[in-house]
């Protein structure tokens, strides 16, 4: 993980990574535009920063480099959210620049520029919690899977004891307690229903 102690060590970073996302999606920075990432009216880091600016202002369009510099910011930022270490280096350096007065710095931290929000400066990446919502009619589903349990075991019971007379005594036994006796039929329905609605209870609270 990358320690930033001048602010040059910042802007070679980032200017690096924009520099090159510009490079991969096709658009790759002039020279000008590339310097002037390095622009600051109070820390100037390149001997040639008078020059640089005064042909920046008579061939780029401000507002439309600005604009373009936070497109390829948030386009890294997007990427550096599934590399952590990648995204504390450039959380790290943005931070650097917050200590300064940098044109990069006021490019990335105007709220106006950037698609959803200006840059993290905690080092961290954002969780995302799944959101709690039941897929619809998922209560009815599980009454219903509940109740097709209860009769695909009846009708079981019921195909073996008429077409398997054959079968093992307790399987016999078992189907035999099932149909003649409608208390412990029911016994088994209320069982499956409790469980069913224990099993919802715990998916819809328990987390």
């Known amino acids: 993980m990358s320690e930033f102690t001048t602010f040059r060590e910042a802007l070679d970073h980032m200017a690096a990574r924009i520099a090159a996302r510009a490079q991969e999606e096709g658009t790759p920075l002039s020279e000008v535009e590339r310097k002037m990432l ?29 604009r373009k510099i936070a497109a390829f910011a948030h386009s890294i930022e997007e990427h550096d959210n599934f ?22 710095f006021a490019i990335l931290n105007n709220p106006d520029l950037a698609p959803d929000q200006p840059p993290h400066l905690d080092g961290f990446l954002p969780t995302f919690d799944p959101p709690n919502e039941r897929p619809p009619h998922d209560r009815l589903k599980l009454w219903l899977a509940a109740i097709a349990i209860v009769f695909v075991l009846s009708a079981i019971a019921i ?49």
């Not at 390095?38 to 920063?49: A, G, I, K, R, V």
């Not at 990648?86 to 200590?99: D, I, P, T, V």
């Open 38 to 66: 390095y622009f600051s009216e109070t820390d100037p880091q390149l001997p040639d920063q008078t020059a640089f600016n005064r042909e920046f202002g008579l061939s780029c369009d401000e507002d439309e480099y600005e």
């Open 83 to 104: 590399h952590p270490a990648a995204r504390m280096s450039w959380n790290r350096a943005f931070a650097k620049l917050g200590e300064g007065d940098f044109y990069l």
């Open 159 to 207: 195909l073996w004891t008429q077409f398997s007379p054959h079968l093992p005594p307790r399987i016999l036994a078992i189907a035999d307690w099932l149909l003649q006796d409608r208390e412990h039929s029911r016994a088994v329905f209320d069982v499956v229903v409790l469980i069913a609605l224990a099993t919802w209870w715990f998916r819809r609270f328990g987390r």
